[in-house]
């Protein structure tokens, strides 16, 4: 068993990501996940993610606040506990709209040769 008492968690900075504070949960260390790792990011009023794409596929999943995610055709928004799937190379732009941060989790597969 691996534990990441919250208080331990490193931070970290998302490429093309602004006014979001992000932490990594699990992932990246010895006796870690071995497929994906767990982030959970705040999201600042206004702050937001994209628009881009990466090879890799995500999870979003919200725990507070409200986050709007958009990809080619769909805008939606997401409040606590709903989730959603970004697909490998989909385009997606996230952004809080709101007035209160946005938290979510963020669980990604690693990717190649980072581990």
């Known amino acids: 068993m691996k534990v990441t008492r919250f208080g331990e968690a490193p931070p970290y900075e998302a490429p093309n990501h602004r006014d979001v504070r992000s932490l990594r949960l699990q992932g990246f260390v010895p006796g870690g996940?071995?497929?994906?790792?767990?982030?959970?990011?705040?999201?600042?009023?206004?702050?937001?993610?994209?628009?881009?794409?990466?090879?890799?596929?995500?999870?979003y999943v919200v725990l507070a606040g409200a986050i709007t995610?958009?990809?080619?055709?769909?805008?939606?928004?997401?409040?606590?506990?709903?989730?959603?799937?970004?697909?490998?190379?989909?385009?997606?732009?996230?952004?809080?709209?709101g007035n209160e941060v946005a938290t979510i989790l963020v669980v990604m597969p690693y990717p190649p040769n980072a581990r």
């Not at 996940?33 to 999870?59: I, Y």
């Not at 997401?78 to 970004?86: E, H, K, Q, V």
């Open 69 to 97: 995610i958009k990809t080619p055709g769909v805008e939606v928004v997401l409040g606590p506990l709903d989730s959603c799937t970004i697909a490998s190379n989909e385009s997606r732009e996230v952004v809080n709209h």
């Open 33 to 59: 996940p071995e497929g994906f790792w767990l982030g959970l990011s705040h999201f600042l009023p206004g702050g937001g993610a994209g628009p881009d794409a990466s090879p890799l596929e995500k999870v």
